[in-house]
C-alpha cells in the first residue's frame, strides 16, 4: 500500500512538472503582452524598458527557469495589471471557489443518491420516468443557460432570491465563508443549484444503475428470504456497494466542479478563482493566469491521487488483489 | 430476437428493419424530426430570415430592443424581437444555429477522424508505442474540457477555425482511448490472425479489417459528443472567447441578452437559449436511443 502511495506520488510530480511546461509554453510563448500594458504613444525606448521591467527580453527558457525557481518558492509573479503578487490573488479568491463547489457537490450527493436509488426500486413507475427524463435534461442543458433562466425565475420574476454576488461573509479559521448567515445563504443557493445540475443528473444515473444491478444480485435475494425488511437491506447491504464507484465519481468530478465553476462564477459575478481567470484572459494578465493554472493542476493531480487512495481502501478486492500479488 | 429485418425475411431492407427498431420509442422520433427541422432551417437559414444578421448595412440601430411582434422600419416584423444592435432575433437565430451545428459537426468528425487513427495505430502496434500515445491521452482526459477550450483560445484568440481547433483537441483524446480499447480486443480475434496468415501488409489489416469493425460503437459516442461539442462552444462564446462580436453564434447571443434581463427584455436572452437547449437535447435523446438499439447485450444483431 505504501509502495502504491508512492508510485503514484512520483507520478504525480512528473504530470506536474509536464503541464507547468506547458502552460508556461501555451501562456508566455504566444502574442506579446507589452502591447497591451503600454499607452499606444509609446516609443521604442519605453517599450525596450517596460518589456526589460516585466522580464520578457530574456530567452524563453531562462524565463521558464526563474518561473519554477520562483514556484517552487511560492511567487508566481506579480499581475501585470495591480502589481499584486500573482498567487496571493488567487489565494484570496480561492475559499469563494472552494465554497461555491462543495455546496454544489453537497447538493448533489443529498439528492442525486436518494434520488437515484428510488428511481432504481421502481423503474417503470412514473416518479423513476420523470427522474430519468429530468436528468438527460440536467446533462444536456448547458450549464450556463441554466444560470441565466435561475436568475430570470428567481430574481426577475418572482424576485425571492438575490442575482449576483457573494453573501455577508464570517470568517472561520481566518477563512471568509458566506453560508452560515442567512444572506451569504440567499446568495449561495442559486450559484451552487446552477453548478451541481450536471453532477445531480450523473449521480441520478449512476446510482438508478448500481441500484438496479445490485437488487438482482443473490445477497439480496437471500436477505429477502431471511426476511430483511428492504430498508434494511437498501442501508446496510446495497448502499455501501454502491456507493464505490459513486465516490470514486464524486471525487474526480469535484476537480470537474471547480472548472466549471469558472462559468457559474462569471454569471453571478461570484467573487471567486473562476472570474478571475475570465478577467485576467481578457486583460492578457498572464501570471495570474499562469498561476491559476498551475494552482488548478496541483488541486487536480492531488484529487486524484487522494480519490486512488481512497478507492483503494474502501475496495477490499483491490487491497487483497494487491497484498497477493 | 428476431425481428423483421433477420436475414429470413428478404423483402425487409437492414436500413428500414434499423428504423423500425429505433421507431419503437416516440420520444426519440419525436428528437429526429426536430433535428432534421433544425438541420434544414440552418442550411436554409439565408432563405428562411427577413434580414441577414451578419450584413451591418441592413441593420437599423433605431429597431434596438423592441418586443416581439414589432414592426421593423424595412418593413418585416419582428417575430421574436430585436437586440440591442437591432437584429432580428429571428434572423440571428437561425445564422447562429448554422455556426452551432457546423462547429459542432465539423469538430467531431475532424477529432473522429484523428483519434481514430491514432487509437488503431496504438492498439494494433502495442507496446511502447500503446504507452506513450495513452499516457498522452490519459493526461488530457484528466482535465476537464472547457480548461483545455479555455486556455487555448485564450492564447490564439477567436474565429471560426480556431473554435473548431480547440473542440478538436478537447474531444480527440476520448475516440482515440474508446477505439484502442476495441482495436486490442479485436486484433485478437482470428479474422485478423487470417489476415496476417495470408501476408496482407499491417495498413491494409488495419484499414480494410479492423476499422470497419472498430466504428459501429462510435456511432453513438460521436452522437452525443456532437451535442458535447455544441454546448461547449456556446459556453466558450458566452464568455466571450469563441465567435466575434459581429458574427455571433447562439452563445453569444444569449451573453448579449444576458445584461438586458434585469431590465425585463427577457427575448433577447431567452429564444437563442430556447433554440440551443432543443438542439441539444434532441441530438442527445437521438444518441441515447441509437445507444438503445445498437446496444448487443440488448439483443441488437447490428454489429459491434
Redesign the interface.
Known sequence: MLAFAFKRLAQSVAVLFVMSGLVFAGVYAIGDPVAILVSPQADQEEIARATAALGLDQPLWRQYGNFIAGALGGDLGRSFVSNVSAMQLILERMPATLELAVAAMVIAVALGIPLGLWAGLRPDSWAARTIMAGSILGFSLPTFWVGVMLIMVFSVTLGWLPPTGRGATVTVLGVPVSFLTMDGLRHLFMPALNLALFQLALLIRLTRAGTREALAQDYVRFARAKGLSMARVLRVHVLKNILIPVVTVTGLEFGSLIAFAIVTETIFAWPGMGKLLIDSINALDRPVIVAYLLIIVVLFVLINLVVDLVYTALDPRVRLAGRAA | MTTASSPHSPHVSPLSGFWRDYARDRIAVAAVAAMALILLSAIFAPLLSPQNPYDLAQLDILDAKLAPGAKASAGFTYWLGSDDQGRDMASAILYGLRISLGVGVASTLIALAIGVAVGLAAGYAGGWVDGLIMRIVD?QL???S??IA???L???GQGVDKIVIALVLVQWAYYARTVRGTALVEKRKEYVEAARVMAFGRMRIVIRHLLPNVLPPLIVVATVQV?HAI?LE??LS????GMPITEPSL?LL?ANG?VH??S?R?WI??FP?VA??IT??AI??VG?RLRDVLNPRLGSHYGA
Open positions: 493526461l484528466s482535465f476537464p472547457i480548461l479555455l486556455v487555448l485564450a492564447a490564439v451535442a454546448a456556446a459556453t458566452f464568455l466571450g472567447l452563445g444569449i444576458f434581463l434585469l425585463g427577457y436572452s431567452f437559449g440551443l437547449l441539444i437535447v442527445n435523446l441515447d
